[in-house]
């Protein structure tokens, strides 16, 4: 049979997995199937193919991995020669039958000889239905090729393979392990895993049917990452204790938030992994604040350049992101994000600006802010479906310019009357592909402090009146900030409007909370006329929905507990709290805060308006219109 037309590496990396004689000679007694490496020293195969080795019992799928753990398993390279020593290998214990799918790593005891390539594997996300397959694996010891075509997934998500001729030799045992490579994509897509049972094969017309089964790359994802963890381990280890310190503050700028850091050195990587981090982490031990070894610093250079990755670029950011972070630099420094989405019928118009610091912005002079440039790379006028990669563009901006997105920031999201009951604390902190198979989308609202604000209040036909109410209410929440918020924000549940607008005309009251949802957010209704109305309420909570599974009334007590001035960030760790929790299980995920402060405003709307004059600004008696 002709060899197939594949990339000139993907034989390059291939492994036969042998069974030797427990002598010290180590003779093949028999090949049992097959393999690929990845990178530094590790292969990929079947869990099953390294117990077959073992003589260990395959028919029971889910065994332990202290049974192959510290075992040799020996392996030969395709592109050596055949009477080539073979080379020993042992379990990597975390990769054993990873997310219970029948997958495992190897990692030679030695470097790889002379002449081996990594397997040209890409990330594809794509429908393999009806591509063309070439597979060379070990059905015997001096293998062959199989071909066909690629069809769809059964219940364990393999996606099904099948000779296309008679002329072609059928996936059989020995293929297992073997990377599969689709001719339609020119890439190594999956790993063939099993063969159709003898016992099903009446199900098919021929007996003798040609059908495989192989793991498609999203489901290698997780230990194609693990490599990059064990790569990680193998670097730092030798210089663990002289980076330990700064590697757990560096640990701490990128995962501030919920529980305790792992004390695992690989299971901070694979967090970092998980969260798109790695290479940020890696940075930090590049500053000289580090004070890392030369040889790690080579090493460490070495992994960046491999990968493509912009050392200085990542490593500029790091020396941003532990400015931001330092105590002297930024502990009195409060950030903010303001997001302002203007309405223009069917479509909207975004400005951004990012204050670094809320006591030193002057909004009238336009002092301490800067206009973000990202809005300018997107159509004037945008749908809403668009606001929200636009935010991701905002945030990104923000990072470069020394403002990391965490729970530091405050992003204000000014918002037309239509849009305040959306759940935008959701959208998605950074853009994420299909083939992020480890990761869980991470919102806004678990990465930083996520307020929304009534864009309607800038609008240039609000009198001046009202907005010199607005900073009454305001310099009466300075007065308060410190009481707990139950006491400084009256209940909407059940009131009519004109009773609610009684109680927000004190100064003792500065906002409003609801235990259940409102019915619609429109100008006119009840609840939300009041938001709208003279008395300028400064906050405003409640939830859009109610989880079936938890008291909303206690939840609200808790956090209303806290002082009214922690209330933005008690609700972005309730948030936080939520992530990967069910909807109907944790209120963080259906809370709306409105925080309205009449300083955080664009320099165009400040400019607007004539400076309010303190004598005249009211403080009670707001008028009772709504």
Known sequence: MTEPAVHPDYRQGIVRIVRVSDDDDKVIEKV?????????????????????????????????????????????????????????????????????????????????PPGVSPSPITPTITSY?????????????????????????????????????????????????????????????GMTVATL???????????????????????????????????????????QK??????????????????????????????????????????????????????????????????????EQYKFQADQDYKAHSPEDHEDKQPHLLFWVQDQGALYNVQALLIKDAESY?????????????PGQFDEALPYEKLEELLIACLQECSVRGVPANQKLIVELLLPIKLLNKAVEHWQAESAGEDDFLCLPESIGFRTQVVIRAADRLRASQDRKRRDYWYAEWKNYQKLKEKRAENCLSSGDDLPPQQLMARLNTIQQVGLYLTEPPTEMAPKTSWTGVLFSSVAPIAALWPRQKPKNIDCSQECCELLSHPLCELPFQIHCCRSQAHGTDTE??????????????????????????????????TIDHPSEV
């Open 197 to 239: 049972v003898e016992e099903d094969s009446e199900l098919y017309d021929n007996p003798e049917s040609k059908i495989g089964y192989m793991i498609p790359y999203r489901r290698l994802l997780p230990l194609i990452q693990e490599i990059e963890v064990q790569l990680l381990l193998d670097l730092l280890k030798p210089h």
């Open 585 to 618: 299980d944790h209120l963080g995920h259906h809370l709306s805060l409105m925080w309205e402060n009449p300083h955080m405003i664009p320099p165009k709307v400040a400019q607007r308006d004539p400076e309010p004059d303190p004598a005249l600004t009211p």
């Open 129 to 189: 239905y009806d591509h063309p397959f070439k597979v060379f694996g070990y059905p015997n010891e001096d293998g062959h090729w199989a071909q066909g075509k690629l069809s769809g997934e059964n219940d364990r998500q393999w996606i099904e393979m099948y000779g296309e001729d008679e002329q072609c030799i059928r996936i059989q045992p020995g293929y297992s392990g073997s990377p599969v490579w689709d001719v339609t994509l020119s890439t190594i897509v």
């Open 242 to 311: 002289a980076v330990e310190d700064h590697l757990q503050e560096a640990y701490g700028i990128y995962h501030p938030i919920s529980e305790d850091p792992p004390s695992a050195l690989a299971d901070k990587l694979r967090a970092a992994m998980k969260a798109k981090k790695l290479p940020h982490l890696m940075a930090c031990l590049l500053l000289p604040e580090a004070q890392a070894p030369e040889t790690l610093n080579q090493s460490l250079r070495q992994w960046f350049s491999d990968r493509g990755y912009d050392i």
């Open 32 to 112: 049992i199937g097959t393999g690929f490496y990845l990178s530094g020293r590790y292969i990929i195969t079947c869990a099953h193919v390294v117990k077959e080795t073992l003589h260990i019992d395959t028919a029971t799928e889910f065994t332990s991995v202290e049974v192959a753990e510290g075992r040799d398993i020996y392996v030969q390279f395709n592109c050596i020669e055949r009477n080539a020593d073979p080379l020993a290998t042992r379990v990597v214990p975390y990769s054993w039958r990873l997310h219970d799918e029948d997958l495992v790593l190897l990692k030679l005891q030695v470097s790889p």
């Open 362 to 374: 002057n909004p009238r002079k336009s002092l301490g802010c800067d206009r973000l440039l990202a």
